[in-house]
């Protein structure tokens, strides 16, 4: 779920999963199917032969093949593009589970048209991007990653003072537990996710110590108790993100994030960047054109539209349930994806 790289601008903070590239550097073994993949909820989504009807000239002969990280975010994504696809374009589609680094070696060996959702990687984008010409960065998907720590939005509202670093002393009584004895708490992820906040505390000389959630899901549910019996929670946390669609917060403000801020772990003391996240394809798959490619390239939507269809997966719907009603609600983006192709 999180990885801080440091020394570069690239804080893949919000998430981190073991690299396979040990096997796939021998071969690219993609868990994959076609159509839509099966739901965060367990719900079986479209059948995985089907490309939506007989595909058009116009269409790849071949299936649009894309990359489908591990986190809900990165699947409403996928929901609605292989959704497009397949009943607005008539194009098939194949679906595969795979993990960020792995993703990239597909452009390479022709099994992966696009990453719809890339977190940095600039060691990735140089390999595929610049030296082998491999893949295109396709500009922005509309979606901004945001890092930092996070309050219950009912916090802000009682204490709206509390957004501001200044004042997290201030309040340090109030987010003391159990585990952090006579200092606040500070809930983290996993405690193998890299990140700055052990040397924010410190360096900004707050009376708080940072503790572990164990995963994502633990960060969640403890925002979802904090939200629902209005206890306080200071966490660790990033947009988008599904759950802010149940569970609202508010942002606290670190020191301004400015380029090399963060360049040494041990004395950083300012916000994480801001990502404006981008589009990956294979540029073969680019340079052929047609309304598949044009819909990858079009593509654009924004946070609030992403965490809609991420908590529809999430609280169980299919990826077409959830990706049929988001479009049925935004027949002017979904236009726009496929105007001029």
């Given at each position: 779920m999180v990885r801080v790289e440091k020394g570069t601008s690239v804080v893949n903070t919000r998430r981190k999963f073991a690299a396979v590239g040990v096997v796939a550097a021998a071969a690219l073994m993609l868990s994959a199917c076609a159509g839509s993949a099966s739901n965060g909820g367990g719900s079986s989504a479209a059948p995985s032969t089907s490309g939506g009807g007989a595909s058009t000239a116009a269409c790849p002969a071949t299936p649009v093949q894309i990359a489908e990280n591990p986190w809900v975010g990165y699947s409403a994504d996928v929901a609605v593009v292989d959704y497009v696809l397949r009943t607005k374009l008539n194009c098939q589609t194949k679906i595969s589970k795979v993990d960020e680094q792995v993703s990239w070696q597909g452009f390479a060996s022709g099994q992966i048209d696009v990453i719809l959702e890339n977190w940095g990687h600039e060691d990735l984008a140089k390999k595929y991007i610049t030296d082998q010409k491999v893949a295109t960065d396709l500009g922005t998907d509309?979606?901004?990653?945001?890092?930092?720590?996070?309050?219950?939005?009912?916090?802000?509202?009682?204490?709206?003072?509390?957004?501001?670093?200044?004042?997290?002393?201030?309040?340090?009584?109030?987010?003391?537990?159990?585990?952090?004895?006579?200092?606040?708490?500070?809930?983290?992820?996993?405690?193998?996710?890299?990140?700055?906040?052990?040397?924010?505390?410190?360096?900004?000389?707050?009376?708080?110590?940072?503790?572990?959630?164990?995963?994502?899901?633990?960060?969640?549910?403890?925002?979802?108790?904090?939200?629902?019996?209005?206890?306080?929670?200071?966490?660790?946390?990033?947009?988008?993100?599904?759950?802010?669609?149940?569970?609202?917060?508010?942002?606290?403000?670190?020191?301004?994030?400015?380029?090399?801020?963060?360049?040494?772990?041990?004395?950083?003391?300012?916000?994480?960047?801001?990502?404006?996240?981008?589009?990956?394809?294979?540029?073969?798959?680019?340079?052929?054109?047609?309304?598949?490619?044009?819909?990858?390239?079009?593509?654009?939507?924004?946070?609030?539209?992403?965490?809609?269809?991420?908590?529809?997966?999430?609280?169980?719907?299919?990826?077409?349930?959830?990706?049929?009603?988001?479009?049925?609600?935004?027949?002017?983006?979904?236009?726009?994806?496929?105007?001029?192709?």
């Open positions: 509309g979606n901004q990653g945001v890092i930092g720590w996070y309050v219950p939005k009912w916090m802000a509202d009682k204490y709206p003072d509390i957004t501001d670093w200044n004042n997290l002393n201030k309040y340090a009584d109030l987010f003391k537990t159990a585990e952090s004895g006579d200092k606040g708490q500070l809930l983290d992820g996993d405690p193998s996710y890299v990140t700055n906040d052990e040397a924010l505390v410190k360096n900004l000389k707050l009376n708080y110590v940072v503790k572990y959630a164990g995963s994502e899901a633990g960060l969640i549910t403890a925002l979802q108790t904090a939200t629902e019996k209005k206890t306080p929670l200071l966490m660790y946390f990033y947009e988008p993100q599904w759950a802010l669609a149940k569970y609202p917060v508010a942002q606290v403000k670190l020191p301004a994030y400015t380029a090399g801020c963060d360049a040494d772990a041990k004395a950083v003391a300012c916000d994480y960047p801001p990502y404006a996240l981008n589009k990956v394809a294979r540029t073969a798959f680019i340079d052929a054109g047609g309304p598949a490619a044009n819909l990858i390239k079009n593509f654009q939507w924004t946070n609030d539209d992403q965490n809609q269809v991420a908590a529809a997966i999430q609280g169980g719907a299919t990826y077409d349930d959830a990706a049929k009603a988001w479009v049925d609600a935004n027949p002017d983006k979904v236009a726009a994806w496929t105007a001029g192709g």
